[in-house]
């Protein structure tokens, strides 16, 4: 399974909906405009209901200010589609908003990952990113 950007689909929708969030001079990261970009996975055999967020900064390029592996189901699900050797406690890792150990991170990453926290309380944001999630698996109308 690849992680695929969601602006590779649906590139003005993805920038449109994406959230974003200013951080302002004198915090512990550099003041700049962040974006959080999705990507979702592109196998449509599998069923893993998770969004990874990439956090890049308007001005520093392609820097990965964090990358964020978020699923919104509860960890029941996680256990069921990881398989029957995953236990409760380990599934639950799925199940909330994790930096993700195989994506880069930067010495600033638990800044992002407590931002992202506060945005998944927004129960509109979480409804998107289902969306988004529903419409990148979906077969392209060709
Ligand atoms: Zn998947």
Redesign the pocket.
Known sequence: ?AMTAFYTRFEDLAFKEMRACTVSPGKEVPADDYGFLEFY?D?NG???HRVIIKVLGRGSGDKTWATINYGWEKAEFYQRWAGSGTSLMEANMFSRPVLDPLNPQSPHAEFFLSLFEEMIKDKAYVDRLKRHYEMFRKPKKR
């Open positions: 399974m996975c196998d599998c069923n893993c």
